[in-house]
């Protein structure tokens, strides 16, 4: 019998491929001449990276800030053409702790120097992940990192690492 086991994670507890290889030892304690196959699958989130590993590639590390500004080592998944970037490895919501959860000061500005590096090291193609996410600036500091100057209505340039969205009453 051939079985191919494809999961999501189980957020907080098992990645997908820990859950494909819960299954996988279970379908062999029953089956035990079984051909079982675990391939990780995520929705967009915490785990994309892992799923596309099936292409060959590597992960290329860069120093970014996260979602509170902080700067931290985050990675993306680099093939010969293109870059596979994960918002929640840059701004995810897991990163920081609750106490740090101030709306108006969380910004994507990491995601931007991800993007940065993937063209600085030559990737034809761009593919973001949007899942996972702890940021509520609308894209804001990813445009910001890439050079934008973003104004407000009376032409004013935006400050960085900041959501003025949240300021504006553009979300309340």
Do not use: W
């Not at 189980?10 to 304690?29: C, I, P």
Request: aromatic share 8%; glycine share 12%; net charge negative.
């Amino acid at each position: 019998m051939n079985i191919l086991v494809a999961m999501d994670s189980f957020k907080g507890s098992l990645s997908s491929k820990e859950a494909g290889e819960a299954v996988m030892q279970g379908v062999k304690k029953g089956y035990p001449e079984s051909k079982v196959d675990v391939i990780p699958i995520a929705d967009g989130g915490e785990g994309s990276l892992e799923a596309i590993q099936i292409l060959p590639g590597h992960f290329e590390f860069v120093f970014i800030h996260q979602l509170d500004r902080k700067k931290r080592m985050a990675r993306y998944y680099r093939t010969k053409e293109a870059a596979y970037i994960e918002c929640a490895e840059a701004v995810g919501l897991h990163l920081i702790s609750s106490e740090e959860l101030k709306p108006s000061r969380l910004t994507s500005f990491g995601v931007g120097e991800l993007i940065l590096d993937a063209m600085a090291k030559g990737a034809n193609d761009i593919y973001v992940f949007l899942g996972g996410t702890g940021t509520t600036d609308g894209g804001l500091g990813l445009l910001q990192a890439l050079g934008y100057a973003c104004l407000d209505e009376s032409g004013k340039v935006l400050p960085l690492y900041e959501n003025p969205l949240l300021q504006t009453g553009i979300y309340t």
